[in-house]
């Protein structure tokens, strides 16, 4: 039943991919596609069933048939589909590779990285399907409350990480008993609806994960209103997430945000300015900055700073731009035109204001060179405004209380980094910061499978992890008591 194929027309091989909808490849109702480029070359990369609100109906009432015969399996039967599916998805690893490098415009290392930790992802969630616990409360009578799953999750992902990001919330909704429509960013389609077979060679029921390629609106309408969309986990920019959150609220649905970010590293003036500037580099140009925890504000304690710009900018002058299929390349390419042209405005703009430009800054697109620029300050659109591109923003702090000061001065609050050899003060830092996640001498860009991931502010809230961090998107807690003893009414 797969719609996949490769088309040869006009000597190009251009992919065809359809809806994944009740364990089936199907086309759209309407019959609609939409056309999926490959960033790097400009060229057709895959034609796509575009989902419209009647497909995505569709996979909701699927979604909804599948939550009794997904719950009714055993734990053991359930945590085995998990280990199957991460076990399918690390024997297609290449497949998956050839997919992020093409559609995404991931680097070789990008997409590997980016395949291996979803594999472990999976697993990790495997290991929760047993696990989800209710508790017992002190009480005249036995009474505990116990964790069930919500039924219906919606799941919408951007293109970025478009595999790890989609990968972890169908594993955390499926490990706490859900069944999921996964709306993918149409950006990146084909992976999505690869992750969805690998799940169905997994042996997971038909209907319990769906895939749906298409539009952010109206698809993004339907499932807020929809009575049987039980919840929403929703990742990508702080402008769509605010728009859905207001449909969530309205309709009182279960809502967890993952936006975006302007993290800050603030260097001190004690750090290993060498082990800053490494992981600093990394941070701000890691898939070409196209990621939500870059280092993309560098905060630098006066005495080093000059020190600390002349080693960003060594360092970032260095790495190699250009094919992501070259294992020598560092940065591919920029999604598209218009964020390309939206990173170098941000940069434009910031040194007509008078920031200092120290390398990079001049597109070649569908590149963007590693560029970074000192001088930053507060106002300047680098300062203000998320960059997802390849760009790293230095800015002069007076000490660590100016430094923690400017690092909060942001609408966005997701990941930070803190370099000093002092770690009471990096410990205090990291606990006045107003951020989800600090790294003390190490790179804002990290995570694991089992932590707390998510931000304050406007980079959202809510928690994605496993090990119970997803809980409170993802199951409802029910209070259940027994009578012990006879009890005596007062009327
Ligand atoms: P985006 O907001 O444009 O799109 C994200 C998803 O939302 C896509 O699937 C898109 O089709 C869908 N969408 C758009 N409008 C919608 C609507 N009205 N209703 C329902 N769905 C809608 O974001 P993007 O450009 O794909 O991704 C980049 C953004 O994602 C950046 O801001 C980045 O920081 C953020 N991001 C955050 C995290 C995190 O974990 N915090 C991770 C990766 C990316």
Redesign the pocket.
């Known amino acids: 039943m797969k719609l996949e194929k490769i088309n040869q027309s006009s000597g190009i091989a251009v992919r065809e991919e359809g809806l994944f909808v009740n364990g089936e490849m199907r086309a759209a109702v309407s019959g609609a596609t939409f056309d999926d480029f490959n960033p790097t070359t400009g060229e057709l990369y895959a034609r796509v069933a575009d989902a419209g609100v009647e497909d995505a109906s569709m996979a909701i009432e699927a979604a909804q048939a599948a939550t009794r015969t997904w719950q009714q399996l055993t734990g053991s039967e359930r945590e085995n589909v998990l280990w199957r599916a991460a076990s399918a998805l690390e024997e297609q690893s290449e497949e998956f590779v050839e997919v992020l490098i093409d559609e995404a415009g991931s680097t070789v290392s990008k997409a590997r990285s980016e395949v291996s930790k979803s594999v472990d992802l999976v697993r990790a969630a495997a290991g929760d399907v047993r696990r989800v616990e209710g508790k017992t409360t002190p009480s005249a009578k036995c009474s505990f409350s116990i964790r069930q799953p919500v039924g219906v999750v919606v799941a ?6 478009p595999l790890t ?1 989609a990968a972890k919330k169908v594993a955390l909704g499926l490990s706490t008993g859900n069944t999921l429509v996964l ?5 990146a389609p084909v992976i999505a609806v690869m992750l969805g077979r690998v799940f169905d060679e997994a042996g997971l029921p038909p209907g319990a994960l769906n895939v749906i390629p298409g ?3 109206p ?3 339907l ?1 807020v209103a929809h009575p049987d969309v039980k919840a929403i986990t ?8 605010k ?2 959150a207001g449909g969530a609220a309205a309709n009182l649905k279960r809502f967890g945000l ?4 302007k993290n800050p590293a603030i260097v001190l003036r004690d750090a290993d300015l060498e082990r800053a500037a490494q992981a600093i580099v990394f941070s701000a140009f890691y898939h070409s900055g196209q990621n ?1 925890m870059a280092a993309s504000r560098v905060i630098v304690e006066g005495p080093c700073y000059e020190e600390m710009v002349e080693r960003l900018g060594s360092r970032a002058s260095n790495l190699k731009v250009g094919d992501p299929r070259s294992p020598e390349t560092h940065l591919g390419p920029i999604i598209n035109d218009e964020q390309l042209q939206r990173v170098h405005r941000l940069v434009t703009d910031s040194i007509n204001a008078g920031a200092r430009l120290v390398c990079g800054g001049t597109p070649d697109p569908p590149f963007y060179p590693a560029t970074v620029v000192a001088d930053v300050r507060p106002g300047m659109s680098l300062f203000e405004e ?1 960059t ?1 591109g390849p760009v790293a923003a230095v800015i002069q702090a007076e000490d660590a209380a100016d430094a923690l000061q400017l690092a909060n001065n942001s609408r966005y609050g ?1 990941s930070a980094g803190i370099f000093t050899r002092d770690i009471q003060k990096g410990l205090k830092l990291a606990q006045q910061l107003e951020v989800g996640m600090v790294h003390i001498n190490d790179s804002p860009t990290y995570t694991e499978p089992t932590v707390p ?1 998510g ?1 304050v502010k406007e ?2 809230y809510g928690r994605e992890g496993t090990g119970g961090w997803a809980w409170q998107e993802m199951t409802e807690s029910k209070w259940i008591t027994v009578l012990l003893e006879e009890k005596q009414f007062p009327f």
């Open positions: 919408i992902t951007p293109w970025n990480v990001l709306k993918p960013s149409p950006l539009p952010g609106k698809l993004g309408d499932f929703f990742t990508g920019s702080t402008a769509t997430g728009y859905l993952e936006l975006g970010g939500c998320e997802f997701l991931f931000g980079s959202g």
